[in-house]
């Protein structure tokens, strides 16, 4: 394999492209706006919509394999490209991943722990949603959402009918809202053989539904260390997975709970890029294009910090600091809750 289509162009696919580079291989970026991140790091970008079959067709004729850093892609558009090129991971794990309650739907029938959840059509649905599972508890769009976005917290059952009109109408899920003392995520990932390797998992801080902070390692026993690797590595083998995948887990007393996954290269795992010698990228790189892959040991010890919005104003002290790696999306014009860059904050390991 020599040149990998990527579908998406924000920075997951402006770093996988970097990851790719430097093992000698080609990106083709497939991204439908402009000034992608990705397009000024890899080799060629295609800009057009998801629905050009002329443009779908040219891109996965100039590429060996493809694969992706956004998981909604339209139906449509992996229709056409799975009759053209391989796509990793493949169209089972997008097609659950595109959506919550097909998720856990999933997730439950591997026997994990989700929390707890129903389905929210309209107002009737949305009734007997809140009769279930009671409040607290978040409705969220059943697709299309990150960062937070297209979410609305009941605090009493009063809450419904104002939480079900922020959907606007969209398919929604009612799930209860977990009690958790941490949350952790795990980055796995599969090769094309099988093989299975995972990083160590980190803890990470979100606020306001936007990932502020990951920590390496997660301040949790060992035990439930290798407990969510142990149920990463199932989810993987469950989807015949090739390439990374982000597991985000609820720590309980209870045990692990299982937040949502994503099919792809994920931001908690960006710590990996100064962590470990073989970073997240890498390993997706290496999975899609059929190389083995890195085994996931962690060399140091990492704290990640997002730069998201007016943190890049800290982006002068932290280049000042020599443990500091910076990773600068080279975005234009900086918006509040706009993910700009982050800094891996080396420590030294402690075990
Ligand atoms: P992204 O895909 O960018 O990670 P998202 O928009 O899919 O985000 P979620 O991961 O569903 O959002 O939720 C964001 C954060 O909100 C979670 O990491 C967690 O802190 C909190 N949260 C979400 N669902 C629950 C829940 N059921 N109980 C408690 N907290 C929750
Ligand atoms: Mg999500
Ligand atoms: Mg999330």
């Known amino acids: 394999i020599r040149t990998i289509g990527i579908l998406g162009g924000g920075q997951l696919g402006r770093m996988l ?6 093992l000698g291989l080609r990106c083709h970026i497939y991204e439908p706006g402009a000034n992608a991140p990705a ?4 080799h060629a970008c295609t800009t057009a919509p998801y629905e050009d079959e002329t443009a779908l067709r040219a891109f996965a004729a100039s590429v060996d394999v493809i694969t992706y850093e956004f998981e909604n892609i339209p139906t449509s558009a992996l229709d056409l490209l799975e009759t053209l090129r391989p796509i990793r991971p493949g169209r ?5 991943s595109q959506d919550r309650v097909t998720e856990k739907d999933f997730l439950t029938s591997l026997g994990l722990t989700t929390a707890p959840y129903a389905a929210v059509d309209d107002a009737a649905s949305m009734q007997a949603a809140v009769a279930a599972i009671g409040t607290p508890a978040i409705l969220k769009t059943r697709r299309f959402g990150y960062d937070g976005k297209g979410q609305a917290r009941l605090n009493a ?3 419904a009918e104002a939480a079900l009109a922020d959907m606007r109408g969209a398919p929604a899920v009612l799930e209860g809202f977990v009690d958790f003392s941490c949350e952790i995520s795990v980055i796995a990932a599969r090769g094309t053989d099988g093989s299975v390797a995972c990083f160590d998992p980190g803890q990470n801080l979100h606020e306001g539904g936007i990932l502020r902070r990951t920590t390496v390692p997660a301040q949790v026993p060992a035990s439930l260390r290798t407990d969510a690797i142990l149920l990463a590595s199932r989810i993987l083998n469950a989807l015949d997975y090739v390439g990374v995948l982000g597991v985000e887990l609820f720590v309980t007393p209870q045990g692990l709970v299982v937040n949502e996954i994503a099919p792809r290269v994920h931001n908690s795992g960006h710590w990996t890029q100064n962590g470990c010698t073989v970073d997240q990228f890498e390993q997706h790189v290496r999975a899609v294009a059929g190389w083995p892959l890195g085994d996931g040991a962690r060399h140091s010890d990492v704290v990640m910090e997002n730069l998201i919005g007016d943190d890049m104003d800290r982006v002068p002290a932290l280049a000042r600091d020599p443990m500091t790696a910076l990773h600068l999306y080279g975005k234009a014009e900086s918006r509040p809750g706009r993910k700009m860059g982050h800094a891996n904050i080396v420590q030294t390991r402690q075990g």
Do not use: F, G, H
């Open 17 to 22: 492209s970097a990851a790719a580079s430097r």
């Open 92 to 96: 089972e794990a997008l097609r659950v």
């Open 39 to 42: 397009a000024d790091v890899a």
């Open 157 to 159: 059952p009063a809450d």
